[in-house]
């Protein structure tokens, strides 16, 4: 099927009887005739659901759909996409691992990963987007574990040469992951150019709706995990009694992993509510991403022309001819990047502040990547935690401001940025 029917008919097919639409399994706990049968569940012996920790029904359906859009042989969807990006490298780098990622993330993550995750033991290197393939080598140690970045970053907009990334960590025996966030499945699949692991934040463009908090991480099944780094995949695991992760479940490893081994423990799981509301997001998702794109195209063109009368000091939209990711965007995201445009006003910080509160349509909002247009000033906000140095490596200058587009009306919203630029 073409992704877009994938989108509405993928995951869930009602038999004779059933509802339409996918049920909300509203339960924490599912009914069996035997002991035996429950003793099944626990041992990995039998699948089934029988703790929504673990599995639920209406859980199960959405990360079936999500794993059928990114191409990939599982998913589990997590209670936020933080969830989901530590998931994801947890799974297989513990206290003394090492990892190399993009320094042009999302702030949170940077703050996970550089902070958090840190004093777990884990050690990070942050290397440039745009960092070369034999400077990508020379990060790598005998203890790395994986490598992570992001497919356009937020909000920097950056994209980076995903073959690439992914040649150079296979070349070291590691996963590459990629958090697929701002791109969505529906413009790029990262498994399809040699990505391992795919990440998102579902509440984000997957949702639209800025109604669900969840994130999801999808295996590719494609990545050999018997080589002698990861033995917590392939040796036994006694908290479930031997059980070999790559013997006993082949290409599901990883991602059956996660689900038995970090989600029962750490319990960051998607609520039933939560996940018919990322359905209901995925139903659409591909009529509001190509809209999304038309309108942001449209936004960037006009905040390009009023570069022109200085009102606009510069102006970062990847599909933008001229930008310094154009080609890498035609190359991986041949049918538009995302709805996000970064750029700088006149006045600097004190001019970005101004000219965010004399919008009207637009809403300043924590968020970003759905169907309002919302705008926002990272450097004061979700990045107020570095230092000037991390800022200009992740890409977010003093002034830069993060909009949003939204899928109303394309001559509103710049009507709404218009009268804006006059306050300043």
Avoid at 264 to 289: C, H, K, W
Avoid at 302 to 324: A, F, H
Avoid at 357 to 367: K, M, S
Wanted: proline share 4%; glycine share 8%.
């Amino acid at each position: 099927m073409h992704i877009n029917t994938k989108c509405v008919q993928s995951g869930y097919t009602p038999r004779n009887g059933e509802p339409r639409v996918v049920p909300i399994a509203q339960s924490t706990t599912f009914k069996y005739d035997t002991a035996e049968n429950m003793g099944n569940l626990f041992d990995l012996k039998e699948s089934g659901f029988f703790y929504t920790r673990l599995a639920n029904p209406t859980v199960d359906a959405v990360e079936k759909k999500l794993a059928d859009l990114e191409g990939g042989v599982g998913a589990v969807i997590t209670s936020s996409g933080q969830a989901a990006s530590f998931f994801s490298v947890f799974n297989i780098c513990g206290a003394g691992g090492h990892v190399i990622c993009s320094s042009a993330i999302y702030g949170g993550t940077y703050n996970l990963f550089h902070k958090t995750m840190r004093e777990m033991g884990i050690d990070f290197t942050f290397v440039p987007p745009d960092i070369t393939e034999d400077e990508l080598r020379s990060a790598f140690r005998e203890n790395t574990k994986c490598v992570f970045g992001e497919t356009i970053s937020n909000p920097s907009l950056d994209i980076i040469d995903i073959e690439m990334f992914a040649r150079v960590a296979h070349e070291h025996g590691v996963p590459f992951i990629i958090d697929n966030t701002f791109a969505t499945p529906v413009n790029c699949r990262p498994i399809e150019f040699g990505a391992d692991i795919v990440t998102h934040s579902t509440t984000k463009y997957i949702d639209g709706h800025a109604c669900a908090v969840g994130g999801v991480v999808i295996d590719s099944g494609n990545f050999n995990w018997d080589n002698g780094k990861f033995p917590a995949l392939t040796t036994p695991d006694e908290s479930y009694h031997g059980v070999v992760y790559t013997k006993d479940f082949g290409r599901a490893a990883y991602i059956t992993k996660m689900r038995t081994h970090l989600m029962r423990d750490i319990g960051a799981m998607a609520s039933p509510q939560n996940a018919f509301y990322t359905n209901l997001g995925l139903e659409t998702l591909f009529l509001r991403v190509e809209r999304h794109v038309s309108n942001a195209e449209k936004v960037a063109a006009y905040l390009s022309e009023r570069e022109k009368d200085g009102s606009i000091t510069w102006v970062n939209y990847p599909s933008l001819p001229g930008n310094k990711y154009y080609e890498l965007a035609r190359k991986y995201m041949p049918n538009g990047t995302c709805g996000v445009i970064s750029f700088g006003v006149r006045g600097g910080r004190e001019g970005a502040v101004k000219f965010m509160e004399g919008l009207r349509l637009a809403a300043i909002v924590t968020h970003v990547a759905d169907a309002r247009t919302c705008v926002l000033h990272p450097a004061s906000t979700t990045h107020r935690q570095m230092n000037d140095a991390e800022l200009a490596a992740a890409g977010v200058s003093p002034d830069l401001i993060r909009f949003s587009v939204g899928i109303e009306y394309v001559g509103d919203i710049i009507a709404d940025i218009d009268n804006a630029l006059r306050e300043i």
